[in-house]
């Protein structure tokens, strides 16, 4: 892929100035790359309905083709066309959590091309809850496709400067809103089959789910291992999320964890490697070498998914060679944070 120009633009998230929206969806109707905010991470858009614009995202991120992507619509009415039918869950879900950090799985129309669901007979598709995001949408008139807006299997975006970072030169535009809101992906849920399954925990949680479905499960691949699945849902079967550095994800009481790590830190240390350190701002003081950094406290989780991703690209600049991580605990957003965890860590989990 020969190098690109790339337009960086900024854009008010409060209030998107229309000529500026105007210029990217002009991109995407031709076929063209649009980086752009969400309420989750940073997306990289292209016409979901293009095949040809389509390919452009795998071949800027690198990302496997049998890795489905999500279309990203801004009314209900865009979701008719991309499916087959749309049940009375679906509908009790769009109207409590659309839109919002909630992606659903539908058996699709022949509207939708292969190369979004992987040749899979589901479709993925989103309304993100973001003014920049839907305004991009409405004006391109069309449901975009997009994934994170980064080398495939690095930590997710959550500022422009991280899709500058890895796509500058490889897409035609970003759009730059700043700081994303809730830091980790949509949940993905399928109702495809039986019963409604996760596929990916994120912004929406197992127990907000359950809510409006009590009968909501998780997939047995967040608990297996995973290197055998067909990925039906984006963050299903590859390494995701992945620093430079080699991390290890520690999981027990805080109190062993702390005592753990400083161990593992010393050892490491001691055979000349540069040591990171992802704590939180109840334990941050306890340890006494390395480079530690807070993702926030353990009160918050919110705060801790708005800074995971972010806290992995800083331990990359600073050329950490080891990041020894805490693992946090599973109820409400938790269960979306450890996902990410363990899948940065790739699959180096220490019980302790």
């Not at 790359?33 to 795998?58: C, H, Q, R, S």
């Amino acid at each position: 892929m020969g190098k690109i120009k790339t337009t960086i633009i900024k854009v008010s998230k409060q209030n998107p100035e229309k000529n500026l929206i105007a210029k990217g969806a002009n991109i995407i109707k031709s076929g063209g790359l649009v980086a752009f905010p969400t309420e989750t991470v940073y997306g990289l858009g292209a016409d979901g309905l293009n095949e040809e614009a389509v390919k452009k995202i795998f071949l800027a991120k690198g990302r496997p083709q049998d890795n489905p992507l999500i279309l990203h619509v801004a009314d209900k009415e865009q979701v008719y066309p991309l499916v087959k039918s749309i049940s009375k869950e679906a509908q009790r879900l769009m109207e409590s959590f659309w839109p919002g950090p909630l992606t659903l799985l539908f058996k699709r129309s022949s509207l939708v091309p292969n190369c979004i669901t992987a040749g899979l007979d589901t479709v993925a598709i989103r309304m993100p809850n973001h003014p920049i995001a839907l305004a991009l949408i409405q004006a391109s008139d069309v449901p975009i496709a997009a994934p994170s807006a980064n080398t495939s299997g690095k930590p997710s975006p959550t500022l422009a400067s991280h899709v500058i970072e890895d796509l500058n030169g490889k897409i035609h535009m970003i759009i730059d809103g700043g700081k994303t809101g809730i830091g980790v992906e949509s949940t993905v849920l399928d109702l495809s089959g039986d019963k409604p399954l996760i596929l990916r925990p994120g912004g929406v949680t197992l127990e907000e789910l359950r809510e409006h479905l009590p009968y909501v499960e998780e997939d047995l691949s967040l608990i297996k291992d995973d290197k055998d699945i067909v990925p039906k849902s984006p963050g299903q079967k590859y390494k995701h999320y992945a620093p430079k550095g080699e991390m290890y994800l520690f999981v027990g009481s805080v109190d062993n964890m702390v005592q753990a790590i400083e161990e593992y830190a010393n050892r490491y240390i001691h055979m000349g490697k540069k040591v990171g350190i992802m704590a939180t701002e109840e334990t941050k003081a306890k340890y006494k070498e390395g480079i530690i950094l807070s993702l926030g406290s353990r009160e918050n989780k919110e705060e801790i998914a708005q800074n995971l991703f972010s806290t992995l690209r800083m331990f990359d600049e600073k050329d950490v060679d080891i990041i020894l991580a805490e693992g946090i605990d599973f109820k409400d957003i938790g269960m979306a944070i450890m996902n990410r965890m363990k899948k940065a860590a790739g699959g180096n989990i220490i019980k302790v």
